[in-house]
């Protein structure tokens, strides 16, 4: 059994709550004290139907404005897989909350209502997805119910979110007729819709191909944490010295000939430890720890990598950048630190290019700095060099955050797209 | 493991992302502990540190919380774990906060110390300067964890600030801090109860008898099975009887529940919970049952 991790995006008006309720309660991950709890709320406060919302919105705040502020974390698991969700709110004053759900998912669930057809907040959650690179799209056209199970309305709503996807390089893309409400095509394939041949929405979250998502070829390994245990008592491991980490990307072996950034030089694996034993293969996202054949100077923050691939060890960077703070604006000659994989440093922003309007995707030229939820492309000078990938390459190695020195708020995210 | 086409077990993925966080903690903070109750998750999160850092040892010390009010089986199984790894514990003691006079101890048959845990908690973290606090919390556990941060923040008062959370992503925390404010880390908070159960069968983790089936005087109170126990206050309306229970969570006495069951092993403690149909704290503690926002409000204060 693996993990898919998936993210929702659309409002409580698109039937996003009673979808992932719906996919909880049929898997039995909602249990009956988190439903009367639920019932109760309702009921208390007049609501006819029993409000779902209520189970993800965990904090007093939503609860007592209806709305979703941040991203909650909802767990469900069938025989096949186990699922993370991401659940965001849909709004544009929430983009930042989406940016982050979108970050780590394999997936996302984009909620149309099939009455209202695609809206401008369905085309941006579409290109929030697409910029952050989230692999797999599912087009979720919901309420078919209230569209008498129409194809005609389904395919009308097809064509018109293709024809915008393929400006964005949208990655694979599945249109779904679903029925929150009535279950149809959510969990079992329905019989309101026999002329919509594929598979139900939980079939496909079980079924869809993500091991080869990750970034198998190009080996990184950012060295988190070198191991010595410096141990008085046993000579072996006295001089036992392992660069621990995260595998990022390729596929390590004991006796690959590896390259070490900074220094450039080269050295080979002598074996690649767990505390469960060695193993004969590292990849993403395992977390090892590896041997080295020769006494060079590691430290966290280097990276490995192979001689014949390597990647851009870059001061000057270009990157899409969401900015995410409150008060503070992004604006060139701002100084921010920078975290890219185990590396910080500082960053001075030289030039904001554009600024995209994330409904029309229109770059304003004439922008001189980003407010919160803004995006824009922006060029950074770092203190030291990252060792960075593209962003549509490798997530890992390609994707930043930006911290306030003032603050230590995290104040934006980067998906780097040039580097030198 | 499947090699040829590189899937990944979750149970896999859930330990190297868990190892990933701490390995982040010990680079990047001065002075880390991480909370160890002798409950399930925290035996879970010391089994991947152990990992993490492997074959050295861990790099920071534990600390428990003691009420004074803990099982006496769970307080056993702390220190002989403690001991076979040679690590170092902090004992925080409530009831030193009280003999202190930083807390006053509620009275009457509902007394408990839970809510005093969080000023001996924090007065500790400030007395031994820890700068980030492994916790084992998950965010299937409840609510207001599920909109939890894996780092979350606190000021230096200890408090969480639902509202103003620092965004996460990727794989990328934000470990920046001032003096006396500090972080919790919640490695474990993609697991559910499920995945902490097949992890200890997987990795045959030894976790307290309490745990198993076992046969026990208690007595009922709000639909729960109370330990009879010196430390719970019970009345003359609690009549006492024998059950087969266990506990599947563990915390203080006087506010944790026992189940009905009789699982003797892992795969059958798996079983029942699979098959359940109550959460683990809505079955086993009165401390969220206070309010819809018990929990909320507590974490804000400081609390676990």
New interface residues.
């Given amino acids: 059994?693996?993990?898919l991790r998936f993210a929702t995006a659309g409002s409580v008006d698109d039937g996003k709550s009673t979808l992932i309720g719906r996919l909880l309660f049929d898997s039995?991950a909602i249990?009956?004290?988190?439903l009367e709890?639920v019932e109760r709320?309702s009921r208390d406060r007049g609501t006819e139907y029993t409000d779902l919302s209520l189970?993800?919105?965990?904090?007093?705040?939503e609860?007592e404005q209806g709305i979703t502020?941040?991203?909650?974390?909802?767990?469900f698991?069938t025989p096949k897989?186990?699922f993370?969700i991401a659940d965001t709110p849909g709004h544009i004053q929430y983009t930042?909350?989406m940016?982050?759900g979108a970050?780590?998912a394999d997936l996302a669930i984009i909620l149309i209502d099939a009455r209202k057809g695609v809206l401008e907040q369905s085309r941006r959650h579409a290109f929030l997805t697409t910029l952050l690179r989230v692999p797999h799209l599912v087009l979720a056209v919901n309420k078919m119910d209230l569209v008498d199970y129409s194809e005609a309305r389904f395919e009308e709503i097809r064509e018109e979110f293709t024809a915008f996807a393929s400006k964005l390089n949208a990655s694979d893309l599945t249109f779904i007729p679903i029925s929150a409400l009535h279950g149809d095509n959510v969990v079992s394939r329905s019989e309101n819709m026999p002329w919509y041949e594929g598979s139900s929405l939980l079939h496909h979250l079980e079924n869809v191909h993500i091991?080869?998502d990750?970034n198998?070829v190009d080996v990184r390994f950012p060295v988190?944490?070198v191991?010595?245990?410096?141990?008085a008592t046993s000579q072996e491991?006295h001089d036992?010295r392992?660069y621990?980490?995260?595998v990022a990307g390729g596929?390590l072996k004991p006796g690959d000939e590896v390259l070490h950034l900074p220094s450039g030089l080269t050295t080979t694996i002598t074996g690649i430890?767990?505390?469960?034993g060695p193993v004969?293969?590292a990849?993403a996202?395992?977390?090892v720890?590896l041997r080295l054949g020769d006494d060079i100077d590691i430290s966290?923050g280097d990276m490995i990598c192979r001689p014949n691939n390597q990647p851009q060890a870059a001061q000057e960077i270009d990157a899409m950048i969401c900015w995410?703070a409150d008060g503070l604006k992004l604006q060139p000659r701002s100084k921010l630190?920078i975290?890219?994989t185990?590396r910080t440093a500082r960053a001075l922003v030289r030039d904001l290019h554009y600024r995209l309007d994330v409904n029309t995707l229109h770059r304003d030229e004439s922008a001189t700095a980003l407010g919160l939820n803004e995006i824009g492309r922006v060029s950074l000078r770092t203190t030291q060099p990252l060792f960075v990938d593209d962003y549509a390459r490798n997530?890992?190695t390609g994707?930043?955050?930006l911290?306030d020195e003032a603050t230590?708020?995290?104040v934006g995210?980067g998906m780097i797209v040039d580097a030198r | 493991m499947l090699q040829r086409d590189y899937t990944t077990s979750q149970l896999d993925v859930l330990e190297a992302e868990a190892i990933h966080i701490m390995r982040e903690v010990a680079a990047e903070f001065e002075r880390p502990c991480l909370l160890f109750s002798g409950g399930k998750d925290s035996i879970v999160m010391l089994r991947v540190a152990e990992k993490a850092f492997w074959p050295a040892p861990i790099p920071f010390p534990l600390m428990h919380v003691d009420t004074g009010h803990n099982f006496p089986e769970v307080i056993e199984f702390r220190d002989r774990r403690v001991a076979e790894l040679g690590a170092r514990l902090v004992v925080a003691s409530v009831q030193a906060s009280i003999d202190a006079g930083r807390v006053v101890e509620q009275t009457g048959r509902r007394a408990s110390r839970n809510r005093l845990q969080t000023t001996t908690l924090l007065d500790a973290i400030e007395e031994h300067e820890f700068d980030a606090v492994f916790g084992g919390a998950r965010r299937d556990e409840e609510k207001a964890r599920a909109k939890e941060r894996v780092f979350s923040f606190r000021d230096e008062f200890g408090q969480w600030d639902p509202k103003n959370q620092r965004p996460e992503l990727w794989n990328l925390y934000n470990t920046k801090i001032s003096r006396g404010e500090h972080i919790r880390v919640f490695p474990l908070s993609n697991w559910t109860e499920l995945d902490v159960w097949h992890y200890i069968r997987r990795e045959g983790i030894e976790i307290p008898s309490i745990y198993f089936s076992h046969t026990r005087t208690v007595f009922e109170r709000d639909a729960m099975l109370l330990a009879d126990s010196e430390v719970v206050q019970r009345g003359d309306d609690e009549p006492t009887f024998e059950a087969v229970v266990r506990y599947r969570t563990v915390g203080d006495m006087t506010c944790t529940g026992a189940v009905a069951s009789t699982a003797t092993t892992i795969d059958q403690i798996i079983d029942e919970i699979a098959a359940t149909r109550i959460t683990e704290r809505g079955a086993t503690r009165a401390d969220d049952r206070a309010s819809e926002a018990a929990m909320e409000d507590r974490k804000k204060e400081g609390y676990f």
């Avoid at chain 1, 502020?69 to 767990?75: E, K």
């Avoid at chain 1, 430890?273 to 469960?276: M, P």
């Fill in positions: 059994m693996d993990i039995k249990f009956e004290d988190q709890a709320t189970l993800t919105d965990g904090l007093r705040a609860r502020i941040d991203v909650a974390y909802r767990y698991a897989r186990k993370i930042r909350n940016v982050t970050s780590t091991a080869s990750r198998l988190q944490y191991i010595r245990p410096h141990s491991l036992y392992g621990a980490g995260q596929v430890d767990t505390f469960d004969e293969e990849f996202p395992m977390s720890t966290r995410m630190i975290k890219h185990t997530r890992l994707g930043f955050i911290i230590n708020g995290t995210a």
